[in-house]
């Protein structure tokens, strides 16, 4: 999306001029920041809502001219504490807790597009030291589509109602034992089953040419 990166100065009466410069110039933008949102399915969005812009918006579509809502991602969380959630992966590197980290939509198109991105989140308490540590974990799909409306970029989430457990609990030393001697038994039992094999083998050829001797 951005082709070069232009500090953005909000204007209270933003011109056609500008706007239209804007756009044939691709300047971009960085956004940061965070929401609070509720634990029941929703979303949010970015999009042009200003009632000064749109009609500039809609006369520049008009001339073959469309906002570029192509973009990059490099960090998207649900959850307060990031460090926490990055001390969570070093012992359970399973969990996607940032699975939209350097995912990127950039369709070249000279429309307007409506790109969406849909999230599962399920809740995981992680034991870490004993405590038990909230993270929050999801799963995504995304799509896109030409929109009569102004382009925008969707995130819609569904927040799951269960939650998941995961510990980490160390083996002991008989548990180690039990296991070693289970890897002996396998392998002993491989073995005589191999030399019963060979012998009978063995066995029966020499019967066979003892039979032809005599």
């Known amino acids: 999306m951005i082709d070069k990166t232009a500090e953005y100065v909000r204007e209270p009466n933003p011109s056609y001029d500008l706007i239209k410069k804007q756009v044939q110039d691709g300047e971009g933008?960085?956004?940061?920041?965070?929401?609070?949102?509720n634990k029941a399915p929703g979303n949010f969005h970015?999009?042009?809502?200003?009632?000064?812009?749109v009609p500039i918006i809609q006369r520049l579509n008009g001339e073959g001219m469309y906002l570029n809502f192509a973009h990059k991602i490099n960090h998207f969380a649900f959850g307060t504490h990031e460090h926490e959630g990055r001390e969570v992966?070093?012992?359970?590197p399973e969990i996607e807790l940032f699975p939209l980290e350097g995912t990127s939509m950039d369709e070249d198109i000279r429309l307007s597009i409506a790109y969406?991105?849909?999230?599962?989140v399920v809740r995981a308490v992680v034991m870490l030291k004993g405590k038990p540590t909230e993270v929050y974990q999801y799963t995504i799909s995304?799509?896109?589509g030409i929109t009569r409306d102004t382009p925008a970029l969707f995130f819609?989430?569904?927040?799951?109602?269960?939650y998941v457990r995961y510990d980490l609990k160390e083996k002991s030393i008989w548990h180690f034992i039990v296991n070693i001697c289970a890897i002996i038994g396998g392998v002993y039992t491989a073995f005589s089953i191999i030399d019963s094999v060979i012998y009978t083998s063995i066995s029966k050829i020499f019967k066979d040419r003892i039979g032809k001797l005599t």
């Open 29 to 37: 933008c960085q956004l940061d920041g965070s929401i609070m949102v």
């Open 46 to 53: 970015f999009s042009v809502h200003n009632d000064k812009v």
């Open 89 to 92: 992966l070093q012992k359970f």
């Open 116 to 120: 969406q991105y849909y999230l599962n």
């Open 142 to 144: 995304k799509s896109y």
């Open 156 to 162: 819609k989430y569904e927040m799951s109602p269960l």
